[in-house]
């Protein structure tokens, strides 16, 4: 252990940790320049903070400010992230787009999905970046948010402009906070003054005639030979069906994997989804659709175009060629979700049960479904299936049969 100024100036190039705290050390680079450090993780990432020049600050004192960190961290902050806030603060002030940066680094790489922060990038890219990402974080006035907000809404994009607002919204109050560099007061968000613009939800479901013209395009084309206009992948035809049959979400039955899949139980043990880990039943023609799977892949409905990987965007184009040709007007994958629970609802099952089957985590509805047993959850989950079933199975075609006439008798 390196301690005195002696034994700090005949340091060899390295790693020299120090016992008088976690992750602090002298690092001696090639170049012969000497700093304290400390390494720590946070949130799952490995950061390193230079405490100072080994040459100018004493051991004693950088062990100090180590300590400091490290109690920093013990208490959920990232002293790293915090000395460059306050850097770039101390500038010319924090803008809106070094704010996002930080956002994403620091917090949505922690908390949210990769989609999310897509969507979160395209946002802010498109809408913001241009219009206020230059700005300084402490200038921004309700005023300025609010002519963004009517902008985008004029387009128009009433939930685009929602949406922004919200992101904005999330950035702002970050900022307020010691982390980001604490660049506004507390509950000076001026979001809040805002009135959103009113959104009506879509829970667009397909129809029992609907479901029987899908359930016979399905039919013909899985049926018709390679090259053929109606042929489409074996697998995203598959894929499409267990959206059906299932009412899980598009990305849960795209990226299910074998090991996730157990037909004895009947059920989906999803690590990851939207909710968190999931577990889901399975009816009857589920288990079946599973069991007629070849097992090529870790994936149960694997790309076709990217060997090795899950099933992609392909699944859209399929879709919209299957839709139009059971002459379904425009709907979403997602409303074939909105199609199980309606078939369910059709049925009779309760909205609690149905709620417990699509996986639903709202506080109130969970608080609902606390006393649910799980053999009402299966019997309404086969009924659904066999229904559902029933109406993609396409009716059997039958040979004409020519009524008999009854000869008539001569009179004599």
């Not at 950088?62 to 208490?75: G, N, Q, W, Y």
């Not at 090795?308 to 299957?322: E, F, S």
């Amino acid at each position: 252990m390196v301690t005195t100024k002696k034994q700090v100036a005949a340091a060899e190039v390295g790693w020299h940790p120090d016992a008088g705290c976690q992750g602090f050390a002298l690092l001696v680079k090639p170049n012969g320049a000497r700093r304290w450090v400390l390494d720590y993780r946070f949130n799952g990432r490995q950061r390193r903070i230079q405490v100072g020049r080994a040459d100018v600050l004493p051991r004693d004192e950088a062990l100090k400010i180590a300590r400091k960190h490290r109690v920093a961290i013990d208490h959920g902050r990232d002293p790293l992230a915090e000395k460059e806030a306050a850097r770039l603060a101390g500038q010319e002030g924090l803008t809106l787009a070094q704010l996002f940066a930080l956002y994403v680094q620091q917090y949505a790489m922690v908390r949210k999905r990769p989609r999310s922060i897509a969507t979160d990038r395209w946002m802010f890219e498109r809408e913001i970046q241009d219009v206020l990402g230059r700005r300084r974080v402490a200038d921004i006035t309700e005023f300025d948010l609010a002519r963004l907000h009517r902008a985008i809404t004029a387009r128009p994009a009433p939930v685009l402009a929602n949406r922004v607002l919200a992101l904005i919204s999330t950035l702002l109050n970050l900022s307020e906070l010691p982390l980001y560099g604490q660049l506004r007061p507390r509950h000076s968000n001026p979001c809040k003054g805002i009135e959103r613009n009113r959104e009506t939800k879509k829970h667009r479901f397909l129809s029992s005639a609907q479901l029987i013209a899908l359930g016979k395009a399905l039919a013909d084309s899985e049926r018709a030979p390679l090259g053929s206009e109606l042929y489409e992948p074996p697998t995203i035809l598959a894929a499409i069906r267990m959206l059906i049959l299932t009412g899980c979400r598009r990305g849960e039955i795209c990226n299910l994997q074998w090991s996730e899949v157990d037909l004895e139980r009947g059920v989906l043990d999803l690590e990851a989804s939207k909710t968190g880990r999931k577990t889901v039943q399975l009816n009857a023609p589920a288990r079946q659709l599973l069991a007629s799977l070849p097992r090529a892949s870790e994936y149960v409905f694997p790309s076709a175009a990217e060997h090795g990987k899950a099933l992609g965007g392909a699944l859209w184009h399929t879709w919209a060629r299957v839709r139009a040709r059971a002459g379904i007007p425009a709907t979403r994958i997602h409303d074939l979700r909105h199609s199980f629970a309606a078939t369910g609802a059709g049925l009779g099952a309760s909205l609690p049960i149905l709620g417990a089957l699509l996986g639903h985590t709202a506080a109130a509805t969970t608080q609902r479904y606390a006393g649910i047993a799980e053999d009402p959850r299966r019997e309404a989950n086969e009924r659904i299936g066999e229904r559902l079933s029933t109406l993609l199975s396409p009716p059997q075609q039958t040979a004409d049969v020519v009524p008999m006439t009854r000869k008539r008798r001569r009179r004599g």
